[in-house]
Antibody
Framework: EVQLQESGPGLVKPSQSLSLTCSVT????????WGWIRKFPGNKMEWMGY???????SYNPSLKSRISITRDTSKNQFFLQLNSVTTEDTATYYC????????????WGQGVMVTVSS | EIVLTQSPTTMAASPGEKVTLTCRAS?????MYWYQQKSGTSPKLWIY???KLASGVPNRFSGSGSGTSYSLTISSMETEDTATYYC?????????FGSGTKLEIK
């Protein structure tokens, strides 16, 4: 069974970087696409980006140059780094898998809540 | 960016009642995807490719639509269907989600 698990700090200071790990079991990240989605207080959901089976990436333009998604295939993990965070980045962050084409998300992690506050 | 508008924002239905949730896209999309999210849990894929039910989804659920107008229908509301439902498009980047419809039982 495919399982995803996010981990990382729950509190980040403004202007610092947010770093999260998604650990995947039951499926290789060298197949399919692997993404990050966040849900803000108030329920708005935002696709942040993904990393493909080959390591290529695609990002939401709204995040401009602040975002980076990388991976470690030896550990079957992928990572999110979001730089220069503000209080508006406070959200629950989910990692998720897409199908063989990056159209929708069929497996999700349980989510990790990240608060940006001094 | 394709904006998805869901309606209603919130609704309550009685057990056995037929329920229809709507998602309208600002531009035409080929397919629509739906997720169910219950309080304190992560979203679950519910309907994909507009009308295909994800694994384990009861057949009282159905999806339909084309172009810019899509819907999720529950033929007979049950207590366990209480959740927030989100639509999502994968036609163009960035992928976008609707703002959700919170469905409650009367």
């Amino acid at each position: 069974e495919v399982q995803l698990q996010e981990s990382g700090p729950g509190l980040v200071k403004p202007s610092q970087s947010l770093s999260l790990t998604c650990s995947v079991t039951g499926y290789s990240i060298t197949s399919n696409y692997w993404g990050w989605i966040r849900k803000f207080p108030g329920n708005k959901m935002e696709w942040m980006g993904y990393i493909s089976y080959s390591g290529s990436t695609s990002y939401n333009p709204s995040l401009k140059s602040r975002i980076s998604i990388t991976r470690d295939t030896s550990k079957n993990q992928f990572f999110l780094q979001l730089n220069s965070v503000t209080t508006e980045d406070t959200a629950t962050y989910y990692c998720a898998r897409t199908g063989r084409r990056p159209l929708y998300f069929d497996y999700w992690g349980q989510g990790v809540m990240v608060t940006v506050s001094s | 960016e394709i904006v998805l508008t869901q309606s209603p924002t919130t609704m309550a239905a009685s057990p056995g009642e037929k329920v229809t949730l709507t998602c309208r896209a600002s531009s035409s999309v080929s397919y629509m995807y739906w997720y169910q999210q219950k309080s304190g849990t992560s979203p679950k894929l519910w309907i994909y490719d507009t009308s295909k039910l994800a694994s384990g989804v009861p057949n009282r659920f159905s999806g339909s639509g084309s172009g810019t107008s899509y819907s999720l229908t529950i033929s007979s509301m049950e207590t366990e269907d209480t959740a927030t439902y989100y639509c999502q498009q994968g036609r163009s980047y960035p992928f976008t989600f609707g703002s959700g419809t919170k469905l409650e039982i009367k």
